[in-house]
Structures are given as structure tokens and as C-alpha cells.
């Protein structure tokens, strides 16, 4: 880390940073923990051209989350530009590996989350889903928003960088036609937006704590996609959260579709060694 950053972040704390580390799990961001004598934080620091909007936009999610008051997650200190970096500083938490009882409460909560609800899906702002641009804009019927606010715009992304073909995508009447006969009767709720195993912590003192968000009114069972996508949660998160909110006779099937956006943007990301992961969903249902 640059000094002069050091210095500078000491002045915003008002307390003299003894030790700076890398923190590794990061793959848009350098991650540092910064400790002075009595606490520690959490530093983010990105040089692209977006990178404080992006910082701006993810402060906001945390903190929207946290106005529910059903689920943690870290205090944000500071967001700004200094130099050629953005920085993002919040609280430090220091985690653990969870427990069955810590899935239990993870699930809880997020299903209390999962109850603030809203008038139409989407919000208010547009924000990211990693390093992606993310449309929120509003819809009142859940088909229209999927499609046009979620699948379309990966879609089109997918094939100006030539990673699937026009005749691999299908229309939006044909996408219309499909998600209707699938999405009836869903009600908008908080989402953290892209929930998979990095995006949580467990405190040592057993909170559950959300990261990283990419937050918009949608139909709950997207964070439980997300969730499932990448090896899953404990078996009694999954339990305890269906106690609060049940799960229907069609949501092994909208998982699916839900997995499709997630893997969309890995695709356009990271490339084709998603492609046919995207190619089998898209054969199943459309």
C-alpha cells in the first residue's frame, strides 16, 4: 500500500495504522486488513475508472441491507478517491467456518430479509453483478423484469463478445412464453443479489454478517439459486429458511432458471468455460 494512502487513511480513522496485510478472495479488487492498536478494518482499493462508483453503489447495498434490521452487515467508514485508487473502508469481521446452528441463523435471517417487500421488482438504481453493469429499472410483473432487466442484456453482451450465437438465443417472445408458465403469482422481496459462499462471514461470535451485494426487489428463490450454484449452503440453512418462506412445486425448476443469469455473467466474465453450462439450461427450457 502507498503511504501517502496509509496517511491518509489514518487521518479518517483518527488513530495510527500499525500493520497493513493482503487479504486474498477478491478477483475485481485488492483487499488490505488494516489494524491500529485498539481495532482492524477492511480496505478495498480499485484503480479502474469505475471503481468508485462501484464502491458508492456497493456502500449503498450494505447499508440498505442493514436498514432492515434483520440481518448484519459490515459498518462502511469511508468511500472516496484518492490519487489514481478508489478505496472502499469499512469494519473488519473477523470470521470463522460455520456451523450447522450458524446455517440456521444464516437462513433465518435471510429470510426475514427476504420478507421487506416492495411494490416492484428492481430499484430505484442500477448497480453491478461483479464487475458487470446491472439494470435495475422497474417492473410490476416479475417475466417482464427477468427478461428484459436480467436475461436479455447478458444475452446480448454474450454475443457482441461472440461467446454464443445469435440462433443459440432465444427470443423474448420465446423466453416470455417459457417464464410465464413458470413465474405465477411472485411478490418482490429484498435480495442480496448474488449470494454465494464468498458473499457471507460468520462472526466469532456467531453473527452472520452479508457482503458484497448487488441488491434489487426480486423473487426470493434468485439468492437461493445463487446459493445452490457453486456446492451449496449447509442443509440446515436450507431447512430453517424453508420454515419461514416454503419452497413450491416449480422452484427446482426456476432455480434453474434463475442459476442462468449467474452463469450468463461467468460467461461473459471469465469466458467459455461456462458455455455449455448456459447451452444445457437454455435447451431445457427454451
Not at 473502508?89 to 435471510?110: C, N, R, T, V
Not at 432487466?149 to 457482441?160: G, M, T, V
Amino acid at each position: 500500500m502507498q503511504t501517502d494512502l496509509k496517511i491518509h487513511l489514518s487521518g479518517i480513522l483518527n488513530e495510527n495504522i500499525e500493520r497493513v496485510s493482503t487479504v486474498h478472495g477478491g478477483d475485481i479488487s485488492t483487499a488490505y486488513k488494516i489494524e491500529t492498536v485498539t481495532n482492524a478494518y477492511f480496505l478495498k482499493t480499485n484503480q479502474v475508472s469505475k471503481a468508485l462508483n462501484m464502491f458508492e453503489i456497493e456502500a449503498n447495498g450494505l447499508q440498505l441491507i442493514a436498514n432492515t434490521n434483520t440481518i448484519k452487515t459490515p459498518k462502511v467508514l469511508a468511500y472516496n478517491r484518492f490519487d489514481n485508487h478508489a478505496f472502499l473502508l469499512m469494519e473488519f469481521i473477523e470470521s470463522k467456518s460455520p456451523s450447522a446452528k450458524d446455517f440456521e441463523h444464516l437462513g433465518q435471517q435471510l429470510a426475514q430479509l427476504h420478507q421487506c417487500d416492495s411494490e416492484n421488482f428492481g430499484l430505484d438504481t442500477d448497480n453491478f453483478i461483479g464487475s458487470l453493469p446491472q439494470s435495475n429499472t422497474q417492473h410490476s410483473n416479475w417475466v417482464d423484469f427477468y427478461i428484459h432487466e436480467r436475461l436479455h442484456p447478458q444475452f446480448k453482451l454474450a454475443h457482441r463478445k461472440s461467446l454464443l450465437a445469435s440462433s443459440e438465443i432465444p427470443s423474448v417472445e420465446k423466453m416470455g412464453n417459457s417464464l410465464s408458465q413458470l413465474f405465477k403469482n411472485i411478490k418482490p422481496s429484498l435480495l442480496h443479489g448474488d449470494l454465494w459462499s464468498g458473499n457471507y462471514l460468520i462472526s466469532e461470535d456467531d453473527t452472520p454478517y452479508l457482503i458484497d451485494p448487488a441488491v434489487y426487489f426480486g423473487h426470493n428463490e434468485v439468492d437461493i439459486a445463487m446459493s445452490k450454484l457453486f456446492g451449496g449452503f449447509g442443509e440446515s440453512f436450507y431447512q430453517v429458511y424453508a420454515e419461514i418462506i416454503p419452497f413450491s412445486n416449480e422452484t427446482s425448476a426456476r432455480m434453474e432458471i434463475y442459476q442462468l443469469y449467474y452463469l450468463l455473467v461467468h460467461l461473459n466474465l471469465f469466458g467459455n468455460s461456462y458455455r455449455n453450462s448456459v447451452k444445457t439450461i437454455l435447451k431445457k427450457f427454451f
